[in-house]
């Protein structure tokens, strides 16, 4: 989507038309409007990837790491990284075939921003767009629940005069305000400054980690038990799954047909993160994670602490934006207010959409167990199942295979190895990531209901103690035994 001071040019470029914008910058103000809001470079979308895959789940690697075990987690990171990278390069060639044939008949995208539903519309018809729009909005939707949920369980960190329902109140209400960010061309400075928060939070994790070195007695028993297992597998899963806006960051950028190898280098980067600080912290209180789900519940108390928290808000902030974005855009298009030129009230008519996000963060605040349910159920296919088969039945007829924008690359075996690749990925996640991680996933989650009740008040807090009683002020308890199985649950306080 280009802004009115842009001029745009349109370049045939081998088979496929090249959208090219150039900005005119005529004063200063028109250049810091450039250089902090109007992003649409490789470079930008590099670090709104990067910036979107490593948010609050930092946290709860190292508790998937105590379910699955060192030597899994680390192999499920691995694997799973390519996995979602392979899928982020399948959506993307599909875009760049979709908008190449919509630009030949000379359709102008300058004011609309495409979505991957209308990929799947124009490239296989509406039975596929009604799926596929079924399972980005609900993934998305809950996306951005987690968020939320996030917010409240981290800053009880800090400040528990507040419980975490009120804190969740809190937050929505701060976070309704990315309604007035237009689109992900205009997401720049904040992308750049999530990656930042988010490898100082990495990084405080993983020193912290080691300097507090082992809790005494440490056990790292992982895997114990399959549904755990599962669990843990499909929130990795889930990690690997933040393509689910990949078309919205292609359509922001200048030359869109740049972007395939960037979600790949984006998940080298994150693996720098997401390996270091979940091994170290798994490393240093081994199965006490089972019943932490947070991993900033273990460290203890200091001013690193307190920033790597703080910046971990401002970056759930931004997540949030990027999760709720794709959903101001579907329902502007439902209400036909997406073309409208007037900020305020595309802003106004966003609204609506925070509102079941933040009645859903209160009814299931579950911090932990909410991200492997969603990874399993929805993830699974929303950005793996569905992008390989919509390869798939597009280039099923010899013709469309010929006249392909792109064709695939030969050190993948051609179109013959992208079919095997595809069709493994639709097979292994369904079975394992949809199937097992599904089952372990609900069991697990209908754990936290029956343990806690919806709309709990406070999740994972203690009753205020006696008077005169001291007690710990977090009741970490998932899916892990009660705490008194483990001894230092109480040697050890976060």
Known sequence: MASADKAVETVIVGNYVEMETEGKPNDMKTRLSKFFWHGGSVYDAWFSCASNQVAQVLLTLPYSFSQLGMLSGILFQLFYGVLGSWTAYLISILYVEYRTRKEREKVDFRNHVIQWFEVLDGLLGKHWRNVGLAFNCTFLLFGSVIQLIACASNIYYINDNLDKRTWTYIFGACCATTVFIPSFHNYRVWSFLGLLMTTYTAWYLTVASLLHGQIEGVKHSGPTKLVLYFTGATNILYTFGGHAVTVEIMHAMWKPQKFKAIYLLATLYVLTLTLPSASAVYWAFGDMLLNHSNAFSLLPKSPFRDMAVILMLIHQFITFGFACTPLYFVWEKAIGMHECKSLCKRAAARLPVVIPIWFLAIIFPFFG????????????????????????????????????????????????????????????????????????????????????????????????????AAAPRLLNATAAPPPQHHPQFHSHRP
């Open 369 to 468: 167990p909410i991200n492997s349910t969603v990874g399993s159920l929805l993830v699974s296919f929303t950005v793996y199942i569905i992008p390989a088969l919509a390869y798939i039945f597009t280039f099923k007829s010899a013709a469309a295979r010929e006249n392909a924008v792109e064709q695939p690359p030969r050190y993948f075996g051609g179109w013959v190895g992208t079919y095997v690749i595809n069709g493994f990925v639709v097979a292994w996640v369904l079975v394992v990531g949809f199937g097992f991680g599904g089952w372990a996933s609900m069991t697990n989650f209908i754990h936290q209901i029956d343990t806690f009740g919806l709309f709990t008040k406070c999740y994972q807090c203690l009753p205020p103690p006696p008077a005169g």
